[in-house]
């Protein structure tokens, strides 16, 4: 949102402010269920001289935590879609806080960035409430530098439309504008709270230089528990020198400081210069948080609360796969699953702002399984389960929020979804090496023309992120039952009227394209007999 357009967001706040207001337990919204009532408020006037924090002189920092590329390559989806057509991008951020420009180091020459850490501080006065922060992200060229596109409008862009404004409440240590805790739903914010994702546009498949920036604004907090001076005084009735973090004196599951930055609305009454601040979340009083999953992403927000520290999002959908793989083998049979083709996995359901969260070690799981040469059963596939996924104990709390992934030399088949033995969970599936490397390497002159490239390690990204996301994608309920153009042995065949009837479903469910070198789901644009994959895909669907 840029300058002079606070006020029209500010109008609807107010409008749904009034709809709120009528509500019952329960309010329904165009995506999601937002459950109880604004149980606790406060309201700041304009004009009164109110020093903010009197503990401290506050600064606020902006954090830079990851950049990712969201470029598709010719190979996934027959159209180039890079932004640097010489290079990988070198990307900078420019990063202004009060009229104050920051501008961070140049990264050359990689796609994804993570755990960057960078930041900027300015000193902002005490007794004013907002503090205004443009974001922009470039690629770094010689003369010839280019904005990236981290926004969500929708109209042919002039470029300073790429760039993302915020307004920061030094009050309650939230910010809104082009983004914002949507909770309500009242503008949609699809990308969530702290990420910024150039693809909002619906721009898929256009040369924009599309890229996701993770960000976190942070205000100085003497007790070091993250909720400001002022909402502990007025709102919460905490003490502003002792640090509650972790705190749950209601007994909700879900701490002090998780409700205070998930639970928050805004809204700004221009006729009285008064802006209102309102937790649909009460962090003193019990709320039923096992019960609520307003994303619809199978993660109540207890589960939220525990995967936070993945950067998980209560109001925009998280998707956790644990992916255990078997070990190396002294003769080379088992092939490694390829670092890149889980960027390629992250950069197609991340554009969809569904976020990838692939536990291969990095988030508690991802276990490493001894080599076997052995044709492996689903009695076996069940023990791994058992041994590896739930460390034998049936209560582990990571069943219903991550799928189980397997990545083994050979489990019989080059990959299907299996039930795990131990719930009624269809959360498990396998894919094997032995078969993928088979497949790659075959008809080496077709996988060229279909692939669209020599380079056989580019070939094997492109084929097991493609069957990883196709097992996925019966985890999240796609079946040729109700797609009849997935998992259709006759789409092989082109002598089949099956593989010319279902020719537009170009997705990785549809037999015909799992190999080709496209790692996407179909949206159903293409005519007859395509399917819209990406509005069928059901993320509470593996824990039934």
Same mark, same amino acid.
């Given at each position: 949102m840029k300058t002079g357009k606070i006020q029209s967001l500010l109008i609807l706040c107010m409008l749904t402010f009034c709809a709120y207001s009528i509500g019952a337990n329960a309010k329904t919204t165009d995506h999601f269920e937002i459950p109880g009532e604004y149980t606790l408020s406060a309201s700041i006037p304009s004009g009164v001289t109110t020093d903010f924090d009197p503990l401290c002189d506050v600064q606020v920092t902006f954090k830079l935590k990851a950049i990712r590329s969201l470029e598709r390559t010719l190979h996934q @989806?027959?159209? +180039? #879609? #890079?932004i640097d057509a010489v290079s990988k991008p070198d990307f900078y951020v420019i990063v202004t806080i009060n009229d104050v420009e920051f501008t961070s180091p140049v990264w050359k020459n990689t796609q994804y960035l993570y755990d960057l850490n960078w930041t900027a501080t300015v000193d902002v006065p005490d007794d004013e409430e907002f503090v205004t922060i443009r974001i922009q992200l470039w690629d770094w060229d010689i003369g010839c530098d280019k904005r990236c596109d981290i926004s969500s409008f929708y109209d042919d862009k002039p470029l300073f439309n790429y760039d993302v404004e915020i307004y920061y409440s030094i009050a309650t240590g939230h910010w809104f504008g082009d983004d914002f805790v949507n909770g309500g739903t009242w503008l949609s914010d699809p990308s969530g709270y702290g990420r910024l994702n150039g693809c909002d546009d619906r721009s898929y498949y256009q040369k924009e230089r599309d890229c996701e920036l993770w960000f976190d604004v942070y205000q100085t907090d003497p007790d070091g528990d993250g909720i400001p001076?002022? !909402? +502990? /005084?007025? /709102?919460?009735? !905490? *003490?502003?020198e002792v640090d509650n973090t972790g705190e749950d004196g209601d007994f909700d599951g879900c701490p002090i400081e998780w409700e205070h930055k998930w639970g928050h609305q805004m809204w700004v009454d221009d006729d009285t210069n008064t802006t209102y601040h309102w937790w649909i979340y009460n962090p003193v009083g019990f709320d039923p948080h096992k019960t609520f999953d307003p994303d619809r992403d199978g993660l109540d927000n207890v589960e939220e609360y525990l995967t936070s520290q993945w950067s998980s999002d209560p109001f925009r959908k998280d998707l956790f796969i644990e992916f255990d793989e078997m070990e190396e083998d002294p003769d080379g049979l088992m092939v490694q699953f390829p670092e890149d083709s889980k960027e390629l996995l992250a950069t197609?359901? *991340?554009?969809?702002?569904? /976020? @990838?969260? @692939? *536990?291969d070690g990095s988030l508690g799981g991802g276990e490493s399984i001894p080599f076997t040469q052995e044709t492996l059963n689903r009695d076996d596939l069940t023990e791994y389960y058992f041994q590896y996924f739930l460390h034998g104990n049936l209560d582990n709390w990571r069943v219903g929020v991550f799928h189980y992934a397997l990545h083994l030399y050979d489990a019989g088949w080059a990959g299907y979804v299996f039930g795990n033995g131990y719930t009624d969970h269809l959360d498990s599936l396998q894919i094997s090496s032995k078969y993928h490397e088979e497949f790659t390497l075959e008809n080496p002159l077709y996988n060229f023309l279909r692939r669209k490239t020599i380079n056989f390690q580019s070939q094997r990204e492109m084929v097991y992120a493609a069957v990883l996301m196709h097992e996925t994608g019966h985890t999240l309920g796609i079946f040729n039952g109700n797609t009849p153009g997935a998992d259709n042995g006759e789409t092989l065949n082109p002598l089949q009227y099956d593989f010319w009837k279902y020719g537009s479903y170009k997705s990785v469910m549809n037999y015909r394209y799992v190999y080709s070198g496209m790692v996407d789901y179909s949206d159903g644009s293409r005519g007859r007999n395509d399917f819209d994959d990406w509005n069928t895909l059901d993320l509470t669907f593996f824990q039934n």
């Open positions: @989806l027959q159209v +180039e #879609k #890079k001076y002022w !909402t +502990e /005084v007025n /709102v919460f009735g !905490t *003490d502003p197609a359901y *991340d554009s969809r702002n569904i /976020v @990838l969260h @692939l *536990d």
